[in-house]
């Protein structure tokens, strides 16, 4: 059969793009496929900071000279938007213990990035070397003939895209990755409604700080998150998380106007919101069938996070090149996926520990925790998989005490390997 390229990007996120970018180096044909317009007018929230921790993904990545250094993979992206660095990390009890997590000497552990400049110029990049980027196209369907992936678009019109392999970098709905099948073994856990406000004349935040508000008084089960903006001097963004039952919007009205934050959004002007519904699926560990690999989101529990979502477009690339060449590219990706991400080991339950914080636990018993840790600093990290586990060794260190004060919140510790995001979520 004519007209069949080498691969189909199916997602211009960083995975799609990533992957669409380093095929095309490889000498691949390439089409990549965008539902959306254009990057500059993305709405899906992210707040957009980069995890220096040495280590997270097996990775170390640092940021020098326009560039983002992937120093174990042996990569590098161009960055050059602008960069605001986090130093202090606060999780806030509702009468205001806080536990603080930072780094010898303020170093950062995280830098906020434009994730619309990022994107932006690895499609300007794309687009250089040869990938016929489609945006404004979505892909609605398909079928896997054994020889080539036939895949359904709808753009103007309507028409068909024959491509020898596709890779599918959709992001965390994977509503495709189900219509190929491949959500059958997955546990849908939740679907979280975030959205992020981003919020001009925000009153008493420190500056370079990422903070997090736990308890009931905040309206919500998830944090309620204040953190840096691109925007200015005294813009924040608020990021909130809710569900179907309780929306983001009436959460964010009562913490504004009734929430122990209320004095510090006094004289508060929104100038932009952002939002996505997120599937907390449990992550896909074979992420390929047949000639179609699932890379980025579209696979993991929640989110591989921008610079995992990178490496995964790299990886995807050099995959699709040795599948190819007659190789089995998918079965070295699928190694590299296995052992990159925390959320692929029985572990990730962890970090559902640190977000079912509440309803676990009453904001009485949330003071009385946080109480008991606020004059140490824990270190600094963005990491979802390490925060929890440095609160709980912490607070585990006072155990005695807490079973003989609070035998209540004594058993409910023991109890916390079981739980899930589910509850969280559920209203
Ligand atoms: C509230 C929130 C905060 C976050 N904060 C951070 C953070 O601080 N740091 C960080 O690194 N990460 C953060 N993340 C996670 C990060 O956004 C993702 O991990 C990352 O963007 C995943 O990249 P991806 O390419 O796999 O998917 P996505 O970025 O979701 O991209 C998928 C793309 O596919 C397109 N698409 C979907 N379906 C189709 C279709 N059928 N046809 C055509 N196109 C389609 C979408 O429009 C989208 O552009 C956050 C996420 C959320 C929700």
Redesign the pocket.
């Known amino acids: 059969m004519n007209n069949i390229i080498d691969l189909l990007v199916?997602?211009?996120?960083?995975?799609?793009l990533m992957t669409a970018k380093t095929a095309a180096e490889l000498g691949l044909k390439v089409t990549l496929?965008?539902?959306?317009k254009n990057f500059q007018q993305?709405r899906?929230?992210?707040?957009?900071?980069?995890?220096l921790d040495n280590g997270y993904e097996k990775e170390f990545i640092k940021l020098e000279n326009g560039k983002i250094l992937f120093t174990k993979n042996n990569f590098e992206v161009n960055y050059t938007g602008n960069l605001v660095q986090i130093k202090n990390k606060y999780y806030n009890s509702p009468k205001g213990h806080k536990i603080h997590f930072a780094l010898p000497g303020q170093k950062a552990f995280a830098v906020k990035f434009d994730k619309r400049k990022l994107l932006d110029d690895l499609c300007n990049e794309c687009v250089a070397l040869g990938v016929d980027v489609r945006m404004s196209?979505?892909?609605?369907g398909g079928s896997d003939k054994g020889d080539y992936v036939s895949i359904n678009l709808k753009g103007t019109n309507t028409y068909t895209l024959n491509a020898k392999k596709v890779v599918i970098?959709?992001?965390?709905n994977a509503?495709?990755t189900g219509l190929f099948g491949l959500n059958k073994s997955r546990t849908n856990f939740a679907t979280a409604l975030?959205s992020?406000y981003i919020l001009e004349d925000v009153y008493g935040i420190e500056p370079n700080s990422w903070n997090l508000f736990y308890g009931k008084t905040f309206f919500s089960n998830a944090p309620v998150i204040i953190g840096p903006s691109l925007y200015g001097n005294n813009t924040f963004e608020l990021?909130i998380?809710g569900s179907a039952n309780a929306k983001p919007d009436s959460i964010y009205e009562n913490v504004i106007n009734y929430s122990p934050l209320k004095k510090n959004f006094e004289n508060t002007k929104l100038i932009d919101k952002q939002g996505?519904a997120?599937k907390a699926f449990s992550s896909l560990k074979t992420p390929y069938s047949g000639n179609i690999l699932i890379?980025?989101?579209?696979a993991?529990f929640v989110?591989?996070?921008?610079?995992?979502?990178l490496m995964?477009g790299y990886h995807a690339a050099n995959a699709i090149f040795k599948e190819l060449k007659g190789k089995n590219g998918f079965e070295t990706y699928t190694n590299w996926w296995k052992s990159a991400f925390e959320f692929n080991s029985d572990e990730y339950l962890l970090v559902s520990q640190g977000y079912a914080l509440v309803p676990t636990y009453t904001d009485d018993e949330l003071d009385y925790l946080f109480a008991l840790i606020e004059n140490k600093i824990l270190e600094g990290t963005?990491s979802q998989y390490k925060t929890p586990k440095l609160i709980w060794d912490e607070i585990l260190l006072h155990k005695d005490k807490i079973k003989s004060e609070r035998p209540i919140i004594y058993e409910k510790i023991k109890k916390m390997n079981t739980m899930t995001l589910t509850d969280t979520f559920k209203n």
């Not at 199916?10 to 799609?16: E, L």
């Not at 989110?303 to 979502?309: F, S, Y």
């Open positions: 199916i997602g211009g996120g960083p995975a799609g496929i965008e539902k959306n993305l899906r929230a992210c707040s957009a900071q980069f995890i196209t979505l892909a609605c970098a959709e992001g965390a509503r495709l975030v992020k990021t998380s996505c997120v890379i980025g989101d579209s993991a989110e591989v996070e921008v610079q995992g979502a995964c963005y």
